[in-house]
């Protein structure tokens, strides 16, 4: 057994990021000839925002990128290397039109007859996939969140004009999941709250959890929706950075797989328009801002972002908690939450200047 002094400071379970498409220059839907170098820097990069596993996220893009790129990113453990794979997120492009988001509408798709076949010719195998975001509007869908449920893939409700009913109808086949809360969706209206209403529906499955992820970053979300949200169902909530290939990278033009996005200051918009297009705040960011936003306590802010997480994608006993035989993911913070340092399975794997002297 080997004993470490962490000085005073906070020990918590490694964060895990289910949606972020990219950063530091790499775009995860750009099919490159060498996808696997693009996931590997990035899972490097954000070991030091104390991100320990990651889904690399695919927005909305036409059929050979997806045949191109998911079998190239496959699961992965982490280590000194970068931040593990826990599988893809394919959000879209089975998605609605009208909160279409900054999904290009040239590559949207809804299902044909053979719905389930129709989603396996879009993106060609599900080998490697952990999350499918679709509508739940879209006619077939049922079938396929059965089918895709039954082989352990979750499903996540968003970029969609559901109604209540619809939601719940979709969790009764087997979604879990809600994509970035608030954004893409129906606005809560307090005769059909649409989606949003998922957090405090009494038709859901006995003993369901509904997760549901938000994006803290400071734009996306106004923190009287965060505090609303979180008081309303704070076990679901789960911290998602969504963040794009511009995160690290600074003001200017930048890709968002088909479309391109222009970085001013803390907001990302898709080019010549107001429309947001993914966030560019790290995790532990999103973390901090949560934290500030909702007045919650430290412990809750870090299960946002590490239990969560681990329990949407049934991974409880192995990531997000510091139990007894977990796979020894956690981070060091100091009493503000700046991440410290970094271990995967017990190994140190980043560290901060200040924390080595």
Request: aromatic content about 6%.
């Amino acid at each position: 057994d080997e004993r470490r002094d962490c000085g005073g400071r906070i020990l918590a379970p490694g964060f895990i990021d289910v949606q972020i498409n990219g950063g530091f220059g790499v775009d995860f839907s750009q099919a490159t000839e060498d996808v696997g170098s693009g996931v590997a820097l990035v899972a490097r990069r954000i070991l030091s925002h104390g991100v320990t596993s990651f889904c690399p996220t695919l927005v909305t893009s036409p059929p050979e990128v997806y045949h191109k790129v998911v079998p190239q990113i496959p699961v992965k453990s982490g280590g000194p290397h970068g931040a593990g794979v826990l599988g893809l997120h394919l959000e879209g492009p089975f998605i609605s039109r009208e909160k279409r988001g900054a999904h290009p509408e040239a590559h949207l798709r809804s299902f044909e007859a053979n719905a389930f076949q129709d989603l396996l010719a879009t993106y060609g195998t599900l080998d490697n996939v952990r999350i499918v975001t679709l509508a739940p509007e879209l006619g077939r869908s049922h079938e396929v969140i059965q089918e895709l449920t039954a082989r352990g893939i979750c499903v996540s409700l968003g970029h969609s004009v559901a109604d209540l009913r619809a939601a719940e109808d979709a969790v009764w086949s087997g979604a879990a999941f809600i994509t970035h809360l608030f954004n893409a969706m129906l606005p809560f209206h307090h005769r059909d709250p649409g989606i949003v209403g998922l957090l405090t529906s009494d038709r859901l499955p006995m003993g369901r959890c509904i997760f549901y992820g938000m994006i803290a970053d400071g734009t996306h979300t106004n923190p009287a929706a965060l505090r609303i949200a979180h008081r309303a169902h704070p076990q679901g909530l789960v911290l998602v950075t969504d963040a794009i290939p511009a995160l690290g990278l600074g003001n200017g033009r930048h890709t968002l797989g088909q479309q391109e996005v222009e970085v001013d200051g803390l907001t990302a918009y898709v080019a010549g328009t107001k429309t947001l297009s993914g966030s560019i705040a790290p995790m532990d960011v999103c973390v901090r801002h949560f934290l500030q936003a909702t007045g919650c306590s430290v412990e809750l802010a870090l299960e946002a972002a590490s239990l969560h997480p681990a329990q949407l994608l049934g991974l409880e006993k192995s990531k997000g908690t510091l139990d007894f035989g977990a796979d020894a993911d956690f981070v060091v913070l100091d009493d503000s939450l700046h991440v410290q340092a970094t271990y995967i399975s017990g190994e140190l794997v980043w560290q901060a200047e200040a924390a080595r002297q």
